[in-house]
């Protein structure tokens, strides 16, 4: 199934047929933070219905236990860190995007500054940069290197994970980048005072907030998927709330 689009004046063709999911399948066993319980999933059962086929029931009927920034691929909107709703239902209101993937290796912060600590695992603004290039596309997806497939499942709680540095957050925004997707459960270091400096960076908050920006964290980029451009498809649950789980595929640019 081949789709001919124009983007930047150019004609790509794209193979629909041939997806590469970058979402993390949300499980029990599946990523976490946040010092969240795993996920759960029980089948509805009291004295009127068993929500389970195995069970005895008629068909299966599951409840689901899940916080969207804590477990699994979510993406969210500016609301994560403003006091008024800002809702991914509405928030998100295109699906299709360029998109750059790179491949970082995180430095070693060699110092103190705010929202930093000395040996911190950091995504730098230098770094950015260079692996960017001058042509900047709407939507940038960061694998973090090494590229363990320890991502699909890690516990990240008190971890102390990587993040970005919210220059690099700032710069990102300056350059009109509408939608930031990562490997890593935040930009902003796990504990750092509820400050979230990156992602006050990246949406412009409170002075100008970029309403139709997100953020995208918990990603998985299989070693398979090359640096380079793709079209991106960033499928959201629609949630009334600030984040929501979602399923950012890719699909490789042909001319």
């Known amino acids: 199934?081949?789709?001919?689009?124009?983007?930047?004046?150019?004609?790509?063709?794209?193979?629909?047929?041939?997806?590469?999911?970058?979402?993390?399948?949300?499980h029990a066993k599946g990523p976490r933070a946040w010092y969240a319980d795993p996920m759960r999933i029980a089948p509805v059962i009291n004295q009127y219905f068993t929500g389970s086929v195995a069970l005895g029931g008629n068909v299966n009927f599951n409840d689901v236990f899940f916080n969207p920034h804590a477990h699994g691929t979510h993406t969210e909107t500016v609301g994560h860190?403003?006091?008024e709703l800002v809702s991914i239902e509405k928030g998100l209101?295109?699906?299709w995007w360029l998109a750059q993937v790179i491949s970082v290796k995180p430095a070693r912060a060699a110092a103190d500054s705010e929202g930093i600590k000395?040996?911190?695992?950091?995504?730098?603004?230098?770094?950015?940069?260079?692996?960017i290039g001058s042509d900047i596309p709407e939507a940038i997806i960061i694998r973090t290197l090494p590229n363990s497939s320890d991502k699909l499942h890690t516990n990240y709680s008190n971890t102390n994970f990587t993040f970005m540095e919210p220059q690099a957050a700032?710069?990102?925004?300056?350059?009109?980048?509408?939608h930031l997707l990562v490997d890593m459960p935040s930009i902003d270091r796990e504990e750092d005072q509820g400050k979230l400096l990156a992602h006050h960076a990246f949406w412009n908050y409170p002075s100008e907030p970029r309403l139709e920006a997100t953020i995208t964290e918990m990603v998985f980029v299989d070693d398979s998927i090359a640096d380079g451009l793709y079209l991106l498809n960033l499928q959201v649950a629609s949630f009334r709330n600030d984040a929501a789980p979602s399923r950012p595929v890719l699909y490789a640019l042909g001319v």
């Open 1 to 26: 199934m081949i789709a001919r689009i124009e983007l930047n004046n150019t004609t790509f063709a794209i193979d629909l047929s041939k997806p590469l999911d970058i979402a993390i399948p949300m």
């Open 81 to 83: 860190i403003s006091r």
């Open 93 to 95: 209101t295109r699906y």
């Open 118 to 131: 000395t040996g911190d695992s950091i995504i730098t603004l230098t770094q950015l940069q260079d692996a």
């Open 170 to 178: 700032q710069w990102l925004a300056e350059q009109g980048v509408q």
